[in-house]
């Protein structure tokens, strides 16, 4: 499995302000996901981040409000612009498959941090 | 594109009791299924998979599920639960296994365990 560390764990921003998470990965991955987890609901994705190229975005979210950074195959943020309280969320990073020769076939499954709690005032 | 329904936001059951979660899937080619739990305050942990071996897959605490194609559903059970199962539980489909591919979360159930 993939350990997967978020920074920071929760913050209380100030509406108008930006706030960046960072996710750092243990080892090397393909892709790195972000999620948005609102209030009581399910996770929808965010985007996509690729490494050596600009970040997938889902529909309903674009790169001005979440510029997402990929420099290296461990390492990503996810940047929340503007932040509304509608922003207030939890974002969660999440990987895939390990490059080959990092280990056993994850047939498909993602992991997952611990999540970066957000509240906008 | 692939969706999963889960029926229901909240399964009551008493500690010991049978614990059965609902998931349909919807995907135009096979799929791979997921379980994902999320304790509060914390990320999601991965329960259990379906990657087309067996149809009925174990997982961690005690649960399996059983992936039944004719329903197209994906439902997760536990013979007896216990107190620390109380958490939201997720089912996911996902299309592919390529590294890019999305997954794809139901909405989630509450799951709560009383004495």
């Known amino acids: 499995s993939a350990v997967i560390s978020q920074k920071p764990s929760r913050d209380i921003c100030q509406r108008g302000t930006s706030l960046t998470i960072q996710c750092q990965v243990d080892s090397q991955v393909t892709m790195m996901f972000w999620y948005r987890q609102q209030p009581g609901q399910s996770l929808t994705l965010i985007a996509t981040?690729?490494?050596?190229?600009?970040?997938?975005?889902e529909s309903g979210f674009v790169i001005d409000k979440f510029p997402i950074s990929r420099p290296n195959l461990t390492f990503s943020t996810l940047t929340v612009s503007n932040m509304s309280p509608e922003d207030s969320s939890i974002y969660l990073c999440?990987?895939?498959?390990?490059?080959?020769?990092?280990?056993?076939?994850?047939?498909?499954?993602?992991?997952f941090g611990e999540g970066s709690r957000l509240t906008v005032l | 594109a692939q969706s999963v329904t889960q029926l229901g936001s909240h399964v009551s059951v008493s500690e010991g009791a049978l614990v059965l979660l609902r998931c349909n899937y919807s995907?135009?080619?096979?799929?791979?299924l997921f379980w994902y739990v999320q304790y509060p305050n914390q990320g999601l942990q991965l329960l259990l998979k379906?990657?087309?071996?067996?149809?009925l897959v174990k997982g961690i605490n005690g649960f399996e599920a059983e992936f039944k194609k004719s329903e197209t559903s994906f439902h997760l059970t536990k013979p007896s639960a216990h107190m620390s199962d109380a958490a939201e539980y997720f089912c996911?489909?996902?299309?592919?296994?390529?590294?890019?591919?999305?997954?794809?979360f139901g909405k989630g159930i509450t799951l709560s365990v009383r004495p």
């Open positions: 995907s135009s080619v096979p799929p791979y």
């Open positions: 999440s990987v895939g498959v390990l490059r080959e020769g990092q280990g056993t076939s994850l047939a498909g499954e993602l992991f």
């Open positions: 379906y990657t087309s071996a067996a149809t």
């Open positions: 996911a489909v996902r299309k592919a296994t390529g590294a890019n591919s999305k997954l794809t």
């Open positions: 981040a690729n490494q050596g190229s600009e970040a997938t975005y």
